[in-house]
């Protein structure tokens, strides 16, 4: 790719739109904090423009510009149907740099919440897999060898975790103790159901060229069975880190004095949506980036696999 | 005493409450540093047989002796290669050879036995390769690594069961000459015991001492025929000279002909008939 190719893009002219739009004249009464705007999507601009520059695929530069372009635009739509033209309701829809504004201001309380619901989430999903997977190799070994584990676990997993939450709050001492134990099952089910069904699907002729080896039975089970197993493991920690993020929110808008879920309950109840709406991208955020730390961590551990 | 002597094995499968049996007194010996083929049509039970040298199958009657003491379950006096899957797919080339070390030579370094892999993937040129993982090889690159994994643990004997089958026929060629040449080493070592199972005639004829010719329902050993032809072999030569052409004919002459005697056998079943006429 040319210089030309690489930054004659719609996505910078965009951003140029997106600027533009701050300066027209305000609709609505309210401080719309244009400044922030500007400095934030200044910055993402400029990184835009560097990642650019190191991207040598042409069609991973597409994609990446694609995502930042989208977020310009609705931005510059976000803008205009507020502050600009006023069309949604002002109480309800705050103006974009107002968001940002009340992000700044709230920084530190925000990320109090999310060290309190990562915690948890940290807590109870690591205990989750720690236990399920030895459990799964187990299960899975002994199922495979004729067994009614499945069908056990099958029963079980299909409980809906969220209906331990009560019987929860009367069994455990306290709201954070009960939000792992819920994370905990949440997560604890997908994982070993993955495990076991890995270990179950693993390749017959796989397990009998580690036998003609003589492998001691340790062997077999971590240096064979569970690698072959991995790819369904990773399915089942990857559903079982979404419901576990499902569960902690829900959570933590019925019972919690902190966290995530109870920031954005907390000020939706006071009718304060600038910071529901805070609240809400924060989530968004913080899911996107365990997502994106857990994919690599994925890659990194199949790389074998085609 | 011979190496390996296989005393009388038979094979009962219970197929939904069907009892059908795969081999039925198969009785043979192989005598040390001999190459051995085994050949037959498939469902003539010559995977069977070698499951139950591999250790991981056990016959209904008879005793497997290697040495003289009856075989129990998988040893690492037998290093094995199959068709498919003898690599660990999540291992690099150098990790599965080393993997294989491992088991066989306890007493050795992390340091040691990744040195000792490094020497046999040179031995089957795959030098260049052994960072690669089994699904960036070709399939030849594949069985070339199954095998310095076998050679590498140095065992007495080695077990190979098809592991040409799915390769094409100039690899497989090519293939078929670097395991006579690692076979039959520079005379400083014992020759290893292999025993060789395929269906092709012309594979059997060039790698083997002997042929041990199996016939299904039930299998058993039909007939074993000496090769005649000195060592090293010369493909090109072999095979454009009389005494190849008509040792070849008399092999497919007894081959087919046990066939035919399948195909005529009153007590034979038409649907597994076809499933070995298309399988092969």
């Keep these: 790719m040319n210089v030309r190719q690489k930054y004659l893009r719609v996505t910078h002219l965009l951003f140029i739109v997106l600027i533009a739009v701050q300066f027209l004249p305000d609709k609505v009464k309210t401080d719309t904090h244009i400044s922030y705007i500007i400095w934030f999507f200044s910055a993402v601009e400029v990184l835009a423009l560097t990642v650019s520059w190191f991207i040598k695929k042409k069609a991973s530069l597409d994609l990446f510009l694609d995502i930042v372009g989208t977020i310009y635009g609705l931005f510059i739509l976000w803008t205009l149907l507020t502050a600009k033209f006023d069309v949604l309701k002002a109480s309800l829809f705050p103006p974009p740099g107002k968001v940002f504004y009340q992000f700044i201001e709230d920084y530190d309380k925000i990320l109090i919440n999310v060290k309190s619901s990562l915690g948890i989430i940290l807590e109870g999903y690591l205990l989750a897999a720690v236990v399920s997977i030895p459990l799964g190799l187990f299960l899975g070994w002994t199922a495979r060898l004729g067994n009614a584990a499945t069908y056990v676990s099958k029963f079980l997993s299909s409980i809906p975790p969220i209906v331990y939450i009560p019987y929860g709050i009367a069994l455990l001492p306290t709201f954070r103790s009960v939000s792992v134990f819920v994370i905990f099952l949440a997560a604890f089910w997908p994982i070993l159901a993955g495990t076991m069904s890995g270990v179950l699907n693993a390749e017959q002729r796989v397990i009998d060229s580690a036998r003609v080896l003589n492998v001691k039975k340790i062997t077999m089970m971590f240096s064979v069975i569970l690698p072959s197993a991995l790819p369904q493991i990773f399915l089942g920690c990857n559903q079982g880190l979404t419901v576990a993020f499902i569960l902690l929110t829900s959570a933590e808008m019925i019972g919690a004095s902190d966290g995530l879920g109870y920031y954005v309950k907390q000020y939706s109840d006071f009718g304060d949506y600038t910071r529901t709406i805070v609240g809400i991208f924060v989530i968004g955020i913080v899911v996107v980036f365990i997502s994106f730390l857990f994919n690599r961590l994925q890659r990194y551990l199949l790389r074998w696999k085609k | ?146 095998i310095a994994r076998a050679l590498a643990m140095d065992t007495e004997i080695l077990l190979m069961d098809e592991p040409f089958g799915a390769i094409d026929a ?44 199996m016939s299904a329902n039930p299998g058993h050993v039909y007939k074993e025929i000496e090769v005649p032809f000195d060592r090293p072999r010369d493909r090109v030569q072999l095979i454009q000279s009389e005494e190849y052409i008509s040792f070849r004919n008399e092999l497919i002459e007894l081959f087919y002909g046990e066939i035919d005697n399948e195909i005529y056998d009153d007590d034979y079943d038409d649907d597994e008939y076809e499933e070995e006429v298309y399988a092969e």
Excluded at chain 2, 50 to 68: C, K, V
Excluded at chain 2, 94 to 100: C, D, H, L, P, W
Excluded at chain 2, 208 to 213: P, T
């Design chain 2, 170 to 213: 100039k690899n497989r060629a090519i293939l078929q000459e670097l395991l006579l040449d690692l076979w039959e080493g520079d005379g400083s070592e014992p020759k290893k015991t292999v025993i060789f199972v395929t269906h092709d005639i012309d594979e059997a004829i060039f790698l083997s001492d002997r042929i041990i010719m």
């Design chain 2, 1 to 146: 005493m011979s190496k390996i002597e296989v005393q009388n094995i038979t094979v009962d499968y219970e197929e939904r409450n069907k009892s059908f049996t795969a081999l039925k007194d198969v009785y043979f010996s192989v005598e040390a540093g001999e190459f051995v083929s085994v050949i037959g049509s498939s469902g003539c039970g010559k995977s069977t047989l070698l499951s139950l040298l591999e250790g991981i199958n056990s016959p209904t009657a008879g005793t497997i002796l290697i040495d003289g003491e009856p075989i129990n379950g998988t040893g690492l006096e037998r290093g094995v290669v199959f068709q498919h899957y003898s690599l660990f797919p999540w291992m690099t080339a150098r990790k599965n050879v080393a993997f294989g070390i491992k088991q066989a030579k306890k007493e050795l370094s992390q340091a040691e036995r990744l040195e000792l892999a490094d020497k046999f993937l040179d031995k089957v040129g795959l030098s260049e390769f052994k960072d690669k993982y089994p699904s960036q090889l070709s399939g030849g690159m594949q069985q070339r690594v199954a």
